[in-house]
Nanobody, 122 residues
C-alpha cells in the first residue's frame, strides 16, 4: 500500500506565496507521475500541475507563470511553489502519485493524499 501525505498550505493574503510538499511512502517500486490537484467549494477537482519521471511538467493555464512544481525522485517527494496567489486559488489541494509497487503486471497504484487547505484573502 502506498501512502501520500501533504504538508504546507494555510492562509495568505493575495499576492503572497505558499509552498506545499507531498511525500509518498510504502511499498513503492517506481513512481511514474506525481501531481497536484485542487478542489474549490462547489467545484470539481482540477489539475494544478503534474510531473513525470522524466522531468516533464504540465500546468493548468490559470497557474502558469505563478506556480512551479518540482520533484525529488530519490525521496518520492513533490513540491509546489505558489507565488502571486489570488483569491481564486483558494481550494483544498490534493497530491496524487501513480506508479508500481512491484515489477510486474497488475502492480499499479494511484494514490491520493487527504488534502491541505489553501486560503487566499483579498
Amino acid at each position: 500500500q502506498v501512502q501520500v501525505v501533504e504538508s504546507g498550505g494555510g492562509l495568505v493574503q493575495a499576492g503572497g506565496s505558499l509552498s506545499l510538499s507531498c511525500a509518498a511512502s510504502g511499498s513503492i517500486f517506481t513512481i511514474n507521475g506525481m501531481g497536484w490537484y485542487r478542489q474549490a467549494p462547489g467545484k470539481q477537482r482540477e489539475l494544478v500541475a503534474k510531473t513525470n519521471s522524466g522531468g516533464g511538467t504540465d500546468y493548468a493555464d490559470s497557474v502558469k507563470g505563478r506556480f512551479t512544481i518540482s520533484r525529488d525522485n530519490a525521496m518520492n517527494t513533490v513540491y509546489l511553489q505558489m507565488n502571486n496567489l489570488k483569491p481564486e486559488d483558494t481550494a483544498d489541494y490534493y497530491c496524487n502519485a501513480q506508479g508500481y509497487y512491484c515489477p510486474g503486471y497488475g502492480c499499479a497504484f494511484d494514490s491520493w493524499g487527504q488534502g491541505t487547505q489553501v486560503t487566499v484573502s483579498s
